[in-house]
């Protein structure tokens, strides 16, 4: 009888990291160790430290004698959230449009293409906005800020982006009448045009919009559930 080798902590690190963030598990359930060894091959050691490292990138939250859960969600952390991204993202364009190299422009533009050119919905009914969509946009996000070329900014950048996206995918929520595409290409225009002062405020309109989507489908959750 063979044994199944167990998955690396890397490779457990990515299929969790995937699963929250593509909603396997809700707001605030528990993530208990046997089953998630049993789901991802993984050593009770392994499953610990991708736990404590989700943790520490604000997907999953840790409470003293009941151990991991995946973050709750709420409009005051979502609201903060999204004052802290903007603070984070402003510098890091604003450094980006300073610093950044034709190289950088060049991802930036190639980013925004395949964005553009990939569907936002599924044909599902109800449509929902797709997995490939999602990673085009955050690649697009993600190429804006690259030329600030400061590590640990970028890192916390990155944290605060999952953190967005968690909630982006939680809700599920998509606006017909709104021009997403347009308010890309305006943060895509004036980075270009090396506008930094243009250019962060159309990304924080474009935060700002979407966490007042975000709170509607929270306050619409709650709703529900005490009703």
């Not at 943790?55 to 409470?63: F, N, R």
């Not at 060049?106 to 964005?115: G, W």
Request: aromatic share 6%; proline share 4%.
């Amino acid at each position: 009888m063979t044994t199944r080798p167990r998955a690396s902590t890397e490779e457990v690190y990515a299929r969790v990291r995937a699963d929250l963030l593509g909603g396997v598990y809700a707001p605030g359930e528990r993530l208990k160790s046997t089953p998630l060894c049993e789901t991802y091959g993984a050593s009770v050691s392994v499953i610990r430290e991708t736990l404590s490292r989700l943790t520490e990138q604000g997907l999953v939250e840790s409470e003293p004698r009941i151990g991991f859960r995946v973050r709750q969600v709420s409009v005051e952390d979502l609201r903060q959230l999204t004052s802290a991204r903007i603070d984070i993202e402003s510098l890091a364009l604003r450094y980006a449009i300073q610093r950044g190299d034709m190289t950088w422009e060049s991802q930036v533009v190639a980013a925004h293409h395949r964005m553009e050119r990939t569907p936002m919905l599924t044909a599902d009914a109800p449509p929902r906005v797709s997995d490939e969509w999602e990673m085009a946009h955050s690649g697009f996000h993600g190429a804006l800020l690259d030329g600030a070329g400061n590590p640990w900014l970028l890192g916390m950048a990155t944290t605060l982006r999952d953190a967005g996206e968690f909630y982006r995918r939680w809700s599920q929520v998509h606006e017909p009448d709104r021009d997403v595409a347009g308010e890309h290409r305006e943060i895509l225009e004036a980075t270009l045009a090396r506008d930094a002062d243009r250019a962060v405020a159309a990304l924080a309109q474009h935060y700002r919009h979407t966490a007042d989507i975000l709170e509607r489908a929270l306050a619409e959750r709650d709703v529900a559930q005490n009703s």
